[in-house]
């Protein structure tokens, strides 16, 4: 319980700050004091309250096409990813994801981004990227790095990045609870994470309306990055 505390912590002001990225945080740590299938468990209890405060922060800011064109075919793919967090060894589908989000993260530092907003056929392809990962690693990350590469600035993609994940923690929340991989010890460990976790993502959305647009990307990015290397060498 002290673990998931200190971790939770950390990763709140990461997921506070930038919108993504907590749950990644714990996960590349908690491999080192339990299961895989009990840590995406553990995850999604810690995350879920403070996704419900960030989404009600920014709730009047949010592009609801664009949102629920990724979030449906997330939904939809959402079990299959589970299914294989249950059937199968996750190690290569983290490694995999590592490996082209580092090199999206060198596309990013070195300046490229798409000059026009996804396209609906676009939203539809992440979203069920993103809904096979989600569901197998609980890890935003694909959707994240769609999300950056676009020309949003940092209030659209930080807001679109909340409001997707909203919604697909909901649905995952509901396929967990139903497939029997998170159980009421998951709750009782992960409950103090929680309350630092919420602490955390407060404290990291303090710094994010305070930061300029450049900061937030650089910061975003830097995330990214390490949280790829983590997982490809994990």
Same mark, same amino acid.
């Given at each position: ?78 079990? *299959?990813?589970?299914?294989?967090? /249950?059937? +199968?060894? %996750? ?7 590592? @490996? #082209? $989000? &580092? ?37 935003? *990350?694909?959707?994240?790095?769609? /999300?950056? +590469?676009? %020309? ?7 807001? @679109? #990045? $909340? &409001? ?58 830097? $995330? ?11």
């Amino acid at each position: 319980m002290l673990a998931v505390a200190l971790v939770a912590f950390g990763a709140g002001l990461i997921r506070g700050f930038t919108g993504f990225g907590g749950p990644a945080f714990i996960l590349a740590i908690l491999t080192l004091f339990f299961a895989p299938v009990t840590i995406v468990s553990k995850i999604l209890v810690v995350d879920f309250f403070t996704n419900v405060y960030l989404f009600r922060a920014c709730y009047r800011q949010i592009n609801w096409r664009a949102t629920l064109t990724m979030v449906i075919p997330t939904m939809i793919f959402m079990p *299959l990813g589970h299914w294989l967090l /249950i059937e +199968l060894d %996750p190690a290569w589908m983290k490694r995999a994801m590592a @490996l #082209i $989000i &580092s090199a999206a993260c060198v596309m990013m530092l070195i300046g490229f981004r798409y000059r026009h907003p996804m396209t609906r056929n676009w939203l539809i392809f992440v979203g069920i990227c993103s809904g096979v990962v989600f569901g197998g690693t609980y890890i935003a *990350l694909v959707a994240v790095v769609f /999300i950056l +590469l676009g %020309p949003y600035d940092k209030d659209e993609g930080r807001t @679109l #990045i $909340i &409001s997707w994940s909203f919604f697909t923690v909901l649905g995952f929340a509901l396929i967990s609870a139903a497939s029997g991989t998170t159980v009421l010890d998951d709750i009782t460990t992960a409950l103090p994470g929680a309350v630092t976790y919420m602490l955390g993502a407060w404290l990291g959305s303090l710094g994010f309306r305070r930061s300029s647009e450049k900061l937030f990307r650089r910061a975003a990015i830097t $995330i990214l990055l390490a949280l790829a290397i983590v997982n490809l060498v994990s």
